[in-house]
Structures are given as structure tokens and as C-alpha cells.
């Protein structure tokens, strides 16, 4: 079954670092690009950036660059979004998800994890 | 960045009406667009991809148009099942792959 499983939700004061994963499985992890999306609550989907597992390279949104790094490591079939100093306003639904095609560049989100909720507070 | 604009914000609808949610860009996509559906609480789910190719396993009441700037999605015999917030997202060549804002369909 190709599935994409998400670490668990976390709770981090304002200024903490954090790293969460996405672990894809059931499919060869090098061949299909990894997105994040941020969705806060209640509000809608923001696409991040991406990253090709095989090679590492790395595109993100105008919005999120500098804010976030996005990462992978092929070995373990793992791709990683982090932050190095937490705000508030990073409080949201984080979801992995791969592209529908293997080795396109520019493709729609067919398979998504089931998000990781992050939560900053003092 | 090419911005992806979605109307309605909100419709209301019934079972067995059939829908239709409009998704505009601010430059031509040609047919990179594709839509989803979410439920609250849940991943969303790819509907169709390409403007207009159903993806495997939704029912054929969806179907997706459009190329350039302007496609639409209609849901056809609308299901209990599918009361749900429905993004449009663009991904051509130039990213960041914008999503719509969403239209919930109540």
C-alpha cells in the first residue's frame, strides 16, 4: 500500500526548533517529489515547497523561504520539514504529500499524509 | 506569482442539485490545474488533475473544464457525501503551486 505517515502533533514555545517527517512507503521514494502544505486553522491550503528525494532539490514558495527548511533522506524514505526558531503564527496543520507522477518537476499532490498539528504557545 | 481566485466563497446546495465552483488565474495555466476536495479533519483528496482528468476512483459525478484561465468544476446529482471545502491549485511551470482559497460547498 503506498502511504505517506506523518510524526505527531507537537506543542513548542515561541524561539524552539522543531523538525517533523514524513515517511513514504509502498512506492520508490526517490522517484516522486515531496510537498509540504500549511493550512492554519481554519483558514485554507498553502503550498510550501517541494523537494526531489533522489537529488535533494529543494523549491520552496516565496512565502516560506528563510521561514522553513525542507529536507530528505533516501536511506530511510524520509522527507523532514523544520524550523530553527518557532513563532506563533506557525501554528497549523502541516501536511506531506507526493506528486501524482514520478520524476515530474511541476505536478498536483496525489497522495498526502495525515497531516502533523503544530502548535506554538507561551 | 499567479494568483488563483475561486468563487462562490460559500454555496449552498442540496441533495441532487448539481454545482458548479469556478476557479480563475491571474495568468494562463493552460490546463495545469487541479482540485480537490476536503473534509473536515482529514488530507485533501485529489479530484481532478489536468483540468479535467478524473482521478482514479472518484465517481463520475465530478468533472473538471477550463484551460488558460478560467476552469470550473461541477459535481452533477450532488451526494451527501460530498458537502466539503473544494480547492482549485495551479501547477505549471512557475511555482509556488497556488491554491484557490476554497469554496465550501454547504
Redesign the interface.
Known sequence: EVQLVQSGAEVKKPGESLKISCKGSGYSFTSYRI?W?RQMPGE????M??INPGDSDT?????FQGQVTISADKSISTAYLQWSSLKASDTAMY?C?RH?NSGWI?????M????TMVTVSS | DIQMTQSPSTLSASVGDRVTITCRASQSISTWLAWYQQKPGKAPKLLIYKASSLESGVPSRFSGSGSGTEFTLTINSLQPDDFATYYCQKYNSDSPYTFGQGTKLE
Do not use: C, K
Open positions: 510537498g502544505v485554507g491550503l498553502e503550498w515547497g517541494i523549491r520552496y514558495s516565496p512565502s501536511y504529500a501524482l511541476y505536478d498536483t499532490f496525489h498526502w499524509g495525515q497531516g
